[in-house]
């Protein structure tokens, strides 16, 4: 039933925008990503993964307020559609099927 | 505390690809980490950090959402695009002058690239290509040897080398002779004509890829007797019947053999240094049994195909074999008689890719070019493409004053900067894309002529014009871009304030344009006294008295081969033809003019000397009307008068003859007896072309055999006499081909190369003067502009319209005489050279140059009038009231 394919950095941003639920935009997915899984991405891969994700409808944004830390402008922020969690959802029932098709190696000493 | 900023250039960088609704997030986000940045290390790192971080940015994925800044392009390129085509339409003259300017340049830019791509394709089509290699001749030049550069190569080397390789090179594959352009009747029926024959061997198939159309290709000419044939020569004898089986005949050597059509293939391309129309074993070409045994015959051109994984130094190795055991004695002669130094190579054969030897000159394959050329063209290409390029802009500026107000009110209503640099560039683009046209054009239209100057045969099949096009096109948009940015960037500068306020002084600056003008001029002028000196130089030769009569002769070649039977077939048909009224005489000669020459060596009291000779009948004095300066004619009832000669008056100086008629030529070096008595001394006569002196000669009845008939014609029914000729040859020879050429014809046939020079050299001097004067005319235009206000003043003041014209024509003037200085020294040495081509050349004269000065001042002064006219009417109220 999937309609789009997800690259592996489309499901971890979508994953990510999940996470920090009403507070997603750019900067703070590096800082999630860098906290949670210590790896180093790039602000504009994210940017443009999230414009890539918000065309096929699996995020929606909207601007949020502005402080000074940004220089008075306004943040981007992301939410995740109903669509975008019934993908994450349905690519983790795969995974899992597909990981419970893996023969059980024993560990010998 | 303050926050600080981020580099100011990388936001406007950012805000500039970035679209407008996505710039305020990623600004902020940026701007965070640009904070962060500050508080972990320092401003500086963090300040390069943010350049790093916005041009990380400038990716597809961000650039391409930039979909709203076309829609308003569009609009406004409807705007652009309306006030160009009226700014235009407004300044006709200025406008076509400029595009016709632009498109000579792209035109002449278009045609040079064909002919550098037409050279780099040259014999580039061969499937092998890599492989196949012409074995040359690298050798001591013993006749005048040169310590700089003591070896010559040559392409022509020996029929054995073919088996010599085949046998003892395991490193060639294939091998094949290649013999070009033999002149051979060939018959089919009552088809006879006289045809281009090419011999080679059988491996030439396997060697080149020329497609096969008819008949195996393994199997062509593999029988001595087979032949092979082009579709347009099967056509010709064969018209629509198959021609592979058919017998033709071919006369090699005045022998005629039978031929089978075992195959047909397509004729080479343009740009291939073999071309063929019929090929044949070259087993059958003249004395092959004899020569496929000498070393000392260099005739041929010899082709191999290498194996696939040939080691290039064991073929080298083998190749130096070869000259060890064959030319081994030869070599010990020359070195002994030449004194070829120890450590010099006598002969060496090398292995030349045959994709090279197009561009090789000194291996002298028939139609190789200097690449040189093609540098010297490209060069001069894209100069008169940057010439033209300044033109224009210096054109574009003249108008561009008039546009200020323009300028003024555009920046009052708000456009911005670069909006008013799109539209000037976009008006440039636009005319630039008229030249385009237009060069295109002109491209179809000199072709042609270009074809016949460079004697190539460059077509434009529809890849090739997709490829001008494309080209052009390019051009176009780069020179519409480059040109127009600077009249732009000049107009944008206008402050709106001052221009609308009205009064302002100002001054068009285009300091470049005077020099590049005195190059134009320069360039022009050494065109106008070449060419005046090359007209007159071809008028002298062409009119010059040559010594003897070359009208209302007819030449007939007897196209029998030289021997015996051709002077048999001569003498039958003089007889046939004594009782015509139409032909006044008729005499037989071994050489016609423009045939070349043959020259005999003897030696006398110790000298060496040499002298031209001619086997001629009785009647070739009075046919060519030449006069006799002492002693008579050939007498036919004279039998001893066979081994009797005439002589010129070079040779009796040569000789140093008091009184040449008791004296004896003993050219045959006999030493049994005296010689040939000299019964004649004939008048000086240019026997040879005017770019050679005349030389000893000597007229014999039995040197050798006649090969050319002259029939000297009665004016008036000149087709009804060749007809009758023609009628009598065919009953003479009804197996050949009846030719015939004016004597006259033959002799201007020898300035052919320097009459195409000239026509290159005139086409280019209409070309350069047509762009200087655009030059000129652009320049004097800013000079113009420049001085209104000048001019105006000096009106008022009771200046004359005479005066104001001279004011403005004397620096003109001025730049004319400068270029003439340049250009006629430059001129006068080149033309030197070139008149140093003809032993009988016109001298230089002061005349010619103030002909010349003449011309050049009058064109310049042609074109500046236009502006100095108008400026000089202006009424000075119109420019002065604004003070």
Sequence with gaps: MEKDYLGEFEELVLTVVGVLHDDAYGNAIVKEIKDQLDREVNLSAVHVTLYRLEDKGLVKSHMGGASEKRGGRRKRIFTITNAGLSILHDMQARRIKLWKLLPQIKFTS | MKNPEPPKKATRLLEWFCPPELFESIYGDLYEAFIEDINATNTATAR??????????FRPGIVLRNKFNLKINNLMLNSY???????????????????????????????????????????????????????????????????????????????????????EVPEAEYVSGLSMGAKHTVRFQDKIFIEDLTYVDQDFFQIFSFPVLQGNKNKLLKDKHDVVLTPSIAEKYFGTTNPLGQTIEIDINGESGDFVVTGVVEKPPAQSSISFDILINIANSSYYEENNTKWRVYSIMVLAKLHENANPERLQYNLDKIVEKYMKDAELKARERYLIPEDKLFKQYIAVPFTDVHLDTELGWPGSNDPMYSMILAGI???????????????????????????????????????????????????????????VGLVFLFLPSFNQFTDKEISLHWTQLLEVVAVGFFLAIVIGLLAG????????????????????????????????????????????????????????????????????????????????????????????????????????????????????????DGKQKAALVYTVDTDYLNTLGLTLKQGRNFDPDRPSDSSAVIVNETLVADMGWENPLEQYLNWREDSASLGSPVIGVVKDYNNLSLESSIEPLFLSMKTGSITKILVKIRPGNIPGTLQKLERKYKELAPEKPFEYSFLDEDVAKQYASYQRWMSIMSLSTVFAILISCLGLFGLSGINAVNRTKEIGIRKVLGADISNIFILLNRQFVFLAVVSFIIAAPAAWYIMRQWLGNFEFAISINWQLFALSLAVGLLIAILTVSYHAIKSAFINPAETLKTE
């Design chain 2, 381 to 439: 290409g894209i100069l008169i493409l940057l010439i033209a390029c300044i033109n224009y802009i210096t054109l574009a500026l003249t108008t561009s004053a008039s546009r200020r107000i323009e300028v003024g009110i555009r920046k009052a209503i708000g456009a911005k900067p670069a909006q008013l640099f799109q539209q000037f560039s976009f008006e440039s683009v636009i005319l630039s894309m008229v030249s385009f046209l237009i060069a």
């Design chain 2, 485 to 604: 940015s600077y009249p732009a960037v000049f107009l944008v500068r206008y402050k709106p304030t001052k221009v609308l306020k009205g009064g302002t002084s100002y001054k068009l600056k285009a300091g470049f344009t005077k020099p590049l003008v005195i190059i134009q001029y320069a360039l022009s002028i050494f065109l106008i006294i070449s060419s005046v000196i090359m007209f007159r130089q071809m008028k002298y030769i062409t009119t010059k008295d040559l010594g003897f009569n070359k009208d209302q002769v007819v030449v007939i070649p007897t196209q029998a081969g030289w021997n015996k039977s051709s002077t048999r077939l001569f003498t039958q048909y003089k007889n046939a033809l004594a009782n015509e009224t139409d032909v006044i005489s008729i005499a037989g000669t071994s050489t016609s003019f423009g045939d070349g020459w043959s020259k005999y060596g003897y030696e006398v």
């Design chain 2, 48 to 57: 390069r950090l943010f350049y790093w971080n916005v041009i990380r940015f």
């Design chain 2, 81 to 167: 695009f309306k006030i160009a085509t009226r700014h235009l339409a407004k300044r006709k003259l200025y406008s076509s002058i400029n595009a016709i300017g632009l498109s000579i340049g792209i035109a002449f830019a278009i045609l040079i690239y064909l002919f550098i791509q037409d050279e780099r394709k040259f014999d580039q089509f061969h499937q092998d290509k890599e492989l196949i290699y012409n074995i040359a001749l690298k050798q001591y030049n013993t006749w005048e040897p040169n310590p700089e550069k003591p070896y010559d190569f040559t392409a022509y080397v020996q029929y054995p080398l073919r088996g010599a390789l085949k046998e």
